[in-house]
């Protein structure tokens, strides 16, 4: 099944938490956390969300490379300018997915058009 989330107005955590929530399939009654959904996500206008200024110059993504002075912190701001907000969304739902060897698989039923 097809689900559409419309992101104009809303801001990012909300829409990321509903999609988590379907693509983990908690919304249906044939829940089983072994198993992925077979649902997928559409998330339409993710360049008309809600951001402040405030929020693009205060939220740090925080990455290690895994190597001595690996530490690289990049901004929400410059984040959507080097990979656009298709790139915002998917760290947000993907980071609101259990850490396991479903999120891969889980993940690539998420699809979102600015």
């Known amino acids: 099944m097809k ?3 419309d992101a104009q107005g809303k801001k990012i955590g909300r829409i990321a ?7 983990l399939g908690k919304h249906s009654p044939a829940f089983a956390k072994n ?3 077979i649902d ?3 998330i339409v206008n993710a360049s008309k969300v809600d951001l402040t200024l405030k929020k693009k110059i205060n939220d740090i ?4 490379t895994g190597f001595r002075g690996g530490l690289k912190n990049e901004s929400l701001g410059e ?3 080097r990979r ?10 993907t980071r609101m997915l259990p850490n396991n060897r479903l999120r891969d698989e889980r993940i690539k039923n998420l699809t979102i058009k600015e």
């Open 79 to 81: 984040l959507i300018a």
């Open 61 to 64: 993504f925080v990455t290690y």
């Open 17 to 23: 938490s509903q999609a988590a929530v379907i693509l």
């Open 84 to 93: 656009g907000m298709t790139e915002v969304f998917r760290r947000a739902v």
């Open 3 to 5: 689900h559409t989330i």
């Open 35 to 37: 198993k992925v959904s």
């Open 40 to 42: 997928t996500v559409e």
